[in-house]
């Protein structure tokens, strides 16, 4: 079975700290993904990798980075948490290409205060 | 801008009768179209794909696809109270590395 683990199931932060979120998948996948998830607005797409040590913006990369040095680990970086970074984060892996699915991670509810 | 719908609902069907998901897409050139289930407080789970038009079956659960059309849609036969959950659609971009994802349906199986 392919298993997506995320560092926090939850975690409270407070404003302007630096936030660390991790993600490791066991199955060899090329490409991994970070969301997010907000009541009423869906899946938002943060920042995703299709190898090591490269990157991509997603839909709303403000006020995030990432960092993928190798190829089973994938980190998503508040720079300086603010409440508006309240959210679930989700963590994905998919093998090749978009024809395969995504797997994803349990999730870490991040709280912001 | 590429874009799939799908209605938020929540959708209430009673125990026993079928479900009907429905999710619509902008992008002619689509290939493939992935329905995602999600429970409360946990992550999405894949639980159909679909890459050709018509009907794609895996147990209760059955995909049809209408390309020409554009939409998507996913039947729960015999639905349980265990299908209430928010019922995800999922079409990729172009650059074949990224998902776009439809906003969910809520579906409410009451016994």
């Known amino acids: 079975d392919v298993k997506v683990t995320q560092s926090s199931r939850y975690l409270v932060k407070r404003t302007g700290e630096k936030v660390f979120l991790e993600c490791v998948q066991d199955?060899?996948?090329?490409?991994m993904f970070w969301y997010r998830q907000d009541p009423g607005l869906g899946l938002r797409l943060i920042y995703f990798?299709?190898?090591?040590?490269?990157?991509e913006k997603g839909d709303i990369p403000e006020g995030y980075s990432v960092s993928r040095e190798k190829k089973e680990r994938f980190s998503l970086i508040l720079e300086s948490a603010s409440t508006n970074q309240t959210s679930m984060y989700l963590c994905?892996?998919?093998?090749?290409?978009?024809?395969?699915?995504?797997?994803f991670g349990p999730g870490t509810r991040l709280t912001v205060l | 801008q590429k874009e799939v719908e799908q209605n938020s609902g929540p959708l209430s069907v009673p125990e026993g009768a079928i479900a009907s998901l429905n999710c619509t897409y902008s992008?002619?050139?689509?290939?493939?179209f992935f329905w995602y289930r999600q429970y409360s407080g946990k992550s999405p789970e894949l639980i159909m794909s679909?890459?050709s038009n018509g009907d794609k079956e895996d147990g209760r659960f059955t995909a049809q696809l209408n390309k020409a059309s554009q939409y998507v849609s996913l039947l729960i036969r015999d639905s349980q109270p265990s299908d209430s959950a928010t019922y995800l659609c999922?079409?990729?971009?172009?650059?074949?590395?990224?998902?776009?994802w439809g906003a969910g349906t809520k579906l409410i199986i009451k016994p």
């Open positions: 994905a892996s998919s093998p090749r290409t978009v024809a395969d699915t995504q797997y």
């Open positions: 199955m060899d996948h090329e490409n």
């Open positions: 990798s299709y190898d090591v040590k490269m990157k």
């Open positions: 992008d002619r050139v689509s290939q493939s």
């Open positions: 679909i890459y």
């Open positions: 999922a079409v990729p971009m172009d650059s074949n590395y990224q998902l776009i």
